[in-house]
Structure formats: structure tokens, C-alpha cells
């Protein structure tokens, strides 16, 4: 009996649109990005002020396991940042210290290892912005950090090293002519260590990435992708940093139980 040959299926002359498919999406988180402008309700909280919606639309485009919030980091000592308009910190393996309410639109305190990047919201994208961002990212760099060791099955791994934590602007306009030109990145590179922004978006003007902290590589955006250079670099920051440290809560206690205990 002779066995009839599968007929190759021909290839189809079309090609996914990458291109396409990036602007589409872009379309999409732009529109709700701007839901913020209609939906304001506490103009004096925490980077409400620049109007757009940038912690849903985070939520929207990265892996479930990142929590997207805003508040302050603290670490094992009590040392606490500045308050952060975002937060981007582990969902998975380190626990969420203290939160208001439960409705993310609240502020919450996370514990400094949880943190991978932390942004900025502002109205415009300026030398001053971008100036008291860095202060706003270098208060949450400097805070202490453990790293224990991970369990497993077989054993344990040594703990994690760790990472630097990724600092950011985000904006609706851009005051510089042009948007990120000279001006713009000499300030940039002018950042001391603790204090340099790694990524931003100014969404009418463009994204950038500046791609060694020690050194002045800076690259921009396409003008039609914007916000999808932006999200796109940010992930891939992310992969590279691959999992949180695993957290020492023990650090933590002394911390948490003498302070309720010192309460009335």
C-alpha cells in the first residue's frame, strides 16, 4: 500500500507587520494614557499632576509579575525615599509592607529590595524636572539592601547580587527645542551617579535611553514610537535584571515589632 505524500503547504507571501503592530498598540496605551485627563480626582497626590494615566498603562504592557504603585521604598533600618509617582517592584517573592487601602491608587511603602525602577511623572520635560527627578531616584538608590539566600528542591542558592535599580522621567510635553537635543543631554550626562536617569518618554517629543550609566551613550527614539521605544527598552531592563533578591524579613523585625510596640 503506498502512502499518499503530504503536500508542502506554500508559504504565504505576507509577513507579521511589526512595524505596524508596534504603532497599533502605541494607538491603543495612548488612549488610555489619556484617560487620566478626564478621570483626575486629587490633583495635589503624587504625580497626579502631570494628568496622564502612566501606572495603567504599565500595568497594561508589562508581565503580571511586576506591580506597578506609588508611594515610598524603605529598608531594613527605617530609612525611607522620597515619595516615588511610580514604582515598578516585584509582585512575587517580597511582600508589600504597608498600604492605606487596598485600591491601588493609594500609596504604599515597599521594602528596598523589591524595587526595579522607579519614574517620575511630570507635566513637562525641562532641566528642572529633570533635575529634581534625579534627586527623587537617587533617594531610593541609596537605601540599604539584603539578599539572602534562595531555596530550592535540591538545595540553596547564594544570594542574588544586587541590581541597580532602574530611575526614569515620564512627561507629556518637552520644553527644549529641539525636544532631546544637545541641551537636553548635556544636562542629562551632567547627572552625578546616584542621581542619573536611565529612561524617558516626554510623549509629544520623544523617548530616550541612556545606555551605560558610566559612560554617554544616548539613544533616541523614532518620532512615530514614542511610547513603545520607551515600554520596549524599560522590558528589556527588566529581563537583564531577571528576579529580586530574595528578602532577609528578619532584618525587617526588629524594625516593625519595636515600632508597634512603642505605639499607645
Known amino acids: 500500500m503506498q502512502i499518499p505524500r503530504l503536500r508542502k503547504k506554500k ?4 509577513k507579521f ?7 497599533a498598540r ?6 488610555s494614557l489619556a484617560e487620566g485627563r478626564s478621570a483626575q480626582s486629587h490633583p495635589t497626590a503624587s504625580g497626579d499632576h502631570s494628568e496622564l494615566d502612566w501606572r495603567g498603562t504599565l500595568r497594561r504592557f508589562l508581565p503580571n509579575r511586576y506591580r506597578i504603585s506609588h508611594g515610598s521604598v524603605v529598608d531594613a533600618s527605617g530609612e525611607t525615599s522620597d515619595a516615588i509617582d511610580v514604582i515598578v517592584h516585584d509582585a512575587q517573592y517580597t511582600p508589600t509592607l504597608f498600604q492605606r487601602e487596598e485600591n491601588d491608587d493609594n ?3 515597599v521594602p528596598a529590595e523589591s524595587v526595579y525602577a522607579v519614574f517620575e511623572a511630570k507635566p513637562t520635560l525641562d532641566k528642572a524636572y529633570l533635575e529634581y527627578s534625579s534627586k527623587k531616584v537617587a533617594s531610593v538608590r541609596r537605601l540599604d539592601r539584603t539578599s539572602s539566600p534562595i531555596t530550592h528542591a535540591g538545595g540553596s542558592y547564594e544570594p542574588k547580587p544586587l541590581h541597580r535599580i532602574i530611575g526614569g522621567i515620564l512627561s507629556d510635553s518637552c520644553a527644549w527645542t529641539p525636544c532631546l537635543g544637545e541641551p537636553f543631554q548635556a544636562a542629562l550626562l551632567d547627572l ?12 509629544e517629543g520623544g523617548a530616550f ?3 551605560n550609566y558610566t559612560e554617554k551613550d544616548i539613544e533616541l527614539s523614532p518620532p512615530d514610537l514614542t511610547l513603545m521605544f520607551f515600554l520596549v527598552r524599560l522590558f528589556g531592563r527588566l529581563q537583564e535584571i531577571g528576579t529580586a533578591p530574595a528578602i532577609d524579613i528578619e532584618s525587617y523585625a526588629p524594625s516593625l515589632f519595636n515600632a508597634s510596640q512603642q505605639e499607645p
Open 107 to 109: 500609596s504604599i511603602v
Open 17 to 23: 507587520d511589526f512595524a505596524g503592530a508596534l504603532r
Open 26 to 31: 502605541q494607538s491603543t496605551l495612548i488612549a
Open 209 to 211: 535611553e541612556r545606555l
Open 11 to 14: 508559504m504565504t507571501e505576507s
Open 192 to 203: 552625578a551617579e546616584d542621581s542619573v536617569i536611565d529612561l524617558g518618554c516626554a510623549l
